[in-house]
Each structure stands twice: as C-alpha cells, then as structure tokens.
C-alpha cells in the first residue's frame, strides 16, 4: 500500500469502445477527428493518465484543467474533454476536443459509460454523514466478509478489495476514479460495495451514475464551514443522497436532530435506527457493556427480532454504528438470522477501524487511543466514550487542521477541556496557516471552560504524545484526537511523514509500559 497509489482506482483489463459512440450516445459537440479513435479510460489529471484515456479537463480553483491538455496527450490521451472554455484552451494541445457544456454534471454517466458500470452492478451502499461514515464502512465491510462475500471499501483510509488496500487522498474519489474502482472490483468478482460519501462529493457529483441499493445518513453536526455557509447549507448537500435517481432505499440515525429532516424531505422508502431511549425509531440499539477492549450491545427490530453482539472499539457511538451497518444490510435484503449467526460464531464483528478510537496500548500501563475526531461532536463522543471504560484521569493530546473551518477551533478548545483533565495542546496538519496562531484559538477555548483542565501547550506532536505518557499513570487514559490513520503532517503543502499510532507505541515503549 501506498500513499499515491492509484492502481485500484481502474480496471487491469480495460474494454475499448469507440468515442464516436460516446459522443453519439450523449450528444456531444466534437473539433477533430475522432474516426477510429478508441477509449480505454478516463482521468481529470493530467499526471494519472495512462494510454487510451480521455483527458477531462475541468476549471480548478488553480488553473483550468484543459491548459494541461499537451502533457496528457505525451502520456498517451486520445481526446481532450472539456467545457466550451477548456476547448478554447486546448485547441492547440494536438488532441480531438469533446466538448459539454457542465463537465462534472456528465462526468458520473460519461465514466460509467467508459467502465460500463451500469452493467450488473455490485450491492452498492453508501455511508454519509458529519461523523462515522469511515467506521460504518469498516463495519460494513467486516460483516460482509464474515457472511462469506468478496467486498469492497472506498473510505477516506483506504480503498480496499477484499484484503488489498491503497491509502484514499480524498474521502470520496472523483467520478472518474469512483467508476474505474467499480470496474476493477467486477474483474475480482467483488459482490458488495461500501462507497463513504461526503457532502463535496455530492456537491461535486463524484458519485453520479450510482443508484445505491441502501444509503445511511448517520448525523450532522457542525463542519466543513469553509465549504458551507451553514448547518441548512451543509445539509442540503447532504439531502440529495437520499433520492431515487441516486439511492433506492434509505437508513436513518435518529441520534441527532437532523435525522428526522431526512425522513420528512427524502423520497424514498425509509427505516429508522437510533440509540437514544426516549425515540420511537424501526430499530433500537442498547448498550449492554462497555469495556476498553469493546462495547456489547443489543439491537431490536421491527416485532421484537434481536440480534446481540459486540463490536472490538470503546463507545456508544460505536455500537450506534454497528447498528446502522447491521440494519443497512437487513434491508439490502440479507437475513437478520443468518447476520446473528455469523456473529455469534465469531464472537463479534470482525473488522480493523483504523486510527477510529483505536487501542495502541497493552493490557499493561495506561490506555492509549489514538481517533481521527476532528470537529466539536467527534471530542465530546469520543471523550465520553474514554471516561466510562477508564477509573483514571484522562489526558488529551489535540490540535487542529490548518486552512479548514477555522471557526470550530474555540468549541474544539471549550470541549476538549470540559471533557478531559489534562490537554496538551500542539500541532496537526497546519498546511499554509501560521501553526502557532491554530494552538492560540484552541488554547483561548480551552481556557473558558467552566471548569477548565490542567492545560499544556507543546508544539511538536512527537513531544507532545511523550509529555502526555508521561503526566498517565497506570490506570488512566491517554487520548490522541486527530491524526487517526493518517501516515504524514501537511506543512505548507509537503507531506513531512508522520504516523501518530507508530509515535504513540513508542512513547509508550519509551515509558516502560510495553
Ligand atoms: C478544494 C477542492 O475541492 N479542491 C479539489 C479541486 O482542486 P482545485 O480546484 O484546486 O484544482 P486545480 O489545482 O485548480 O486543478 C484544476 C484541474 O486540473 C487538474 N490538474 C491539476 C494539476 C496538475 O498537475 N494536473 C492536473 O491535471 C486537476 O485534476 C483539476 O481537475 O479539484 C481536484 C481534482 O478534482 C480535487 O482533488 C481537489 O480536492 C481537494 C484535494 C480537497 O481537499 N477537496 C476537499 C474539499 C474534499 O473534497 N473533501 C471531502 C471530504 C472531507 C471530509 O469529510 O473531511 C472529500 O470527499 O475528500
Ligand atoms: N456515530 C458517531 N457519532 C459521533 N461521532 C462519531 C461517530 N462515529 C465516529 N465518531 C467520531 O468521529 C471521528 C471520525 O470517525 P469516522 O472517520 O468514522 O467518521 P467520518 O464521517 O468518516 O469522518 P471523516 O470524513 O472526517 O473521515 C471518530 O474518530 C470519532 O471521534
């Protein structure tokens, strides 16, 4: 596996097919000549092109993609496709122009298309949401194995067939590379498909030409306001998911608010799942025990069927989780007996979440986490999740992303120091922002708690992990917000390497703990 590597984002044995059919399926204008001319892919990147592609040349926020029309044809482009704009741009760049009016809004049919993706489909399942679309995935994913299917997994961690793996760059491919994923998941006769779906993919049409069988919508909590004016704004970039052309049947969480708008504005069939006691929803999850290794729970469904297990990572969100994973398949059509069966022979479900409030630590010393929470709702689950499985203090290592909506900071601050008894304040991720600027907001939150923690500021995360070891003592808890999976630190665009689990075991090592 590695960062950058696109290998599983298209098929190994693409078909051809000819652009004159392409172009007369969709009705595209044409400058050129594209007689005899074959397609075999498709990529909005110049730098991912390989012989046989379609170059898609879209207006970036930098630079309008058909500018770099010449370098795709040297890597072997047969077409250029691009809006009236882009075909200005490229018309010396050697290459027949196809030209569409709104390329992205034809990108998701023109790609399956390509791929021939609409052709017996995969179960297709789709996981969005403010928080836990990546863990419903993985849970997604482990039951279908455990119910004997080869399964796919597109999540901001991985992309996965079966058990080969490459690290995602964003949460939600482009079109291009969603629909290549698809064609290669049919040549390894991938049966089942979990796609987590962000809202600027939905607002960037990264999953068009999908009808999933079931979409969940988890919850909705303040994020991404830099992309979003608004909680109405970022839901109604949401919303969508949950229409017939792009989903046939839907799963909602009623553990926020936002739930219910889903059930009354969406218009396809729906059922409910929540794990709070005083809401009525189709099915309803309780927590039986939680322990540091796992949370036991149980779900009861419409006339009473249950189904108990457990799921290997601390929280009540977790289990909530599970219960939309388990749910989402019963009304993919599997049985809920043969779900409980292959759980009850397991024991739970089996799955690896990375970096999702994951143990690094051993059975000896204090419990270490390290979670990829990044906004206000993620601390106050995750810390609430650490407080009822540890006897002990906790002690909380943050920081927060640079150039993404900054005005979450102060809250982050707040919460994190209501919920924790000792922060250590430092960096993550600071991109073009002046890092020690980010740790002011957040320390300036963390100070007007009501009743703030003891508070630390260290610059350095590597320190940073090493001073909060040092503050645990054998029966507290150590939790690391932020980095969860990620394998680097952005620093003004490099990508300095950094993994924080790695980090985390070796302070560890360096206490004496393991
Ligand atoms: C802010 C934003 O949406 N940026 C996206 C955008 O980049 P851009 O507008 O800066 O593109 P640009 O640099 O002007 O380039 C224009 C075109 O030229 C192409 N190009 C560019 C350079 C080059 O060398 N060769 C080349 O062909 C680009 O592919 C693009 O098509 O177009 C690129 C190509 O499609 C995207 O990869 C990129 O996503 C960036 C990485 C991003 O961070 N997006 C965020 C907002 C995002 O989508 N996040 C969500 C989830 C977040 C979450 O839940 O936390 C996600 O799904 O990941
Ligand atoms: N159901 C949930 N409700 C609230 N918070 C959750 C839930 N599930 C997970 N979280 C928190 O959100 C963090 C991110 O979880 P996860 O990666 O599964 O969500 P995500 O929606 O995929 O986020 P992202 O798109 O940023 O990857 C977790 O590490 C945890 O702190």
Redesign the pocket.
């Known amino acids: 596996m590695q960062d950058g590597d696109s290998s599983l984002l298209r098929p190994e044995h693409p078909i051809s097919r000819p652009l004159s059919t392409l172009v007369e399926e969709f009705g595209l204008d044409v400058r050129g000549d594209i007689d005899g001319v074959e397609v075999t892919g498709i990529?909005?990147?110049?730098?991912?092109i390989i012989p046989g592609d379609v170059?898609?040349?879209?207006?970036?926020?930098?630079?309008?993609?058909a500018?770099?029309a010449s370098?795709?044809r040297e890597r072997g482009a047969v077409a250029v496709l691009t809006d009236p704009e882009g075909a200005e741009i490229a018309a010396d760049s050697g290459l027949p122009i196809v030209i569409v009016e709104s390329p992205r809004e034809a990108l998701g049919d023109i790609s399956a298309w390509v791929y021939r993706t609409i052709e017996s489909p995969p179960l297709l399942l789709a996981v969005t949401g403010?928080n836990g679309?990546t863990s419903v995935s993985y849970l997604l994913h482990g039951i279908l194995g455990q119910l004997g299917l080869v399964a796919g997994l597109s999540t901001?961690a991985e992309r996965a067939i079966g058990s080969t793996a490459i690290t995602?760059?964003?949460?939600?491919?482009?079109a291009t590379e969603v629909h290549g994923l698809l064609a290669r998941m049919r040549e390894n006769e991938v049966r089942a498909v979990t796609i987590?779906?962000?809202?600027?993919?939905l607002t960037?049409r990264?999953v068009d030409g999908i009808v999933f069988d079931v979409a969940a919508f988890l919850n909705l909590s303040r994020?991404?306001f830099d992309?979003y004016a608004d909680m109405e704004e970022y839901f109604a970039a949401k919303l969508p998911l949950f229409s017939p052309d792009r989903a046939k049947r839907a799963v909602v969480s009623l553990d926020s608010e936002w739930g219910h708008r889903v059930v009354d504005e969406c218009h396809i069939p729906v059922t409910t799942v929540t794990s709070l006691p005083n809401v009525d929803a189709d099915w309803t999850v309780t927590v039986l025990q939680e322990r540091v290794d796992g949370t036991e729970f149980e779900l009861t469904g419409p006339s009473g069927r249950s189904i108990r297990t457990s799921v290997g990572v601390i929280g009540h969100h977790m289990a909530a989780n599970a219960a939309v994973a388990i749910v989402m398949l019963v009304e993919a059509g599997f049985d809920l007996d043969a779900i409980g069966h292959v759980l009850d022979r397991d024991g739970e479900i089996v799955t690896r979440i990375p970096g999702r409030v994951e143990r690094v630590s051993e059975s000896r010393g204090p419990a270490l986490f390290v979670d990829y929470g990044?906004s206000p709702d993620a601390f106050t689950v995750t810390l609430d999740a650490v407080r009822r499985v540890v006897e002990g203090r906790i002690i909380m290592v943050f920081g927060a992303d640079g150039d993404?909506d900054s005005g979450k900071r102060h809250e982050m601050g707040r919460i994190a120091s209501e919920g924790a008894d000792v922060l250590v304040v430092t960096d993550y991720n600071p991109r073009f922002e002046d890092p020690a600027s980010i740790r002011s907001v957040l320390l300036e939150g963390a100070r007007s708690a009501h009743d703030p923690a003891e508070i630390h500021e260290v610059e350095a995360p590597g320190k940073a992990i090493r001073l909060a070891v040092s503050l645990a003592g054998e029966n507290d808890a150590v939790l690391w917000a932020g980095p969860g999976h990620e394998d680097h630190i952005d620093i003004r665009g490099e990508k300095v390497p950094f993994d924080a689990r790695e980090e985390a075991r070796l302070a560890l090592r360096e206490a004496g703990w393991s």
């Open positions: 990529a909005l990147d110049n730098r991912k170059f898609v040349g879209l207006r970036g926020a930098h630079r309008h993609g500018a770099l370098g795709a403010t679309k901001t995602s760059e964003l949460t939600t491919p482009e987590e779906v962000s809202a600027q993919a960037r990264r994020d991404h992309d990044h993404r």
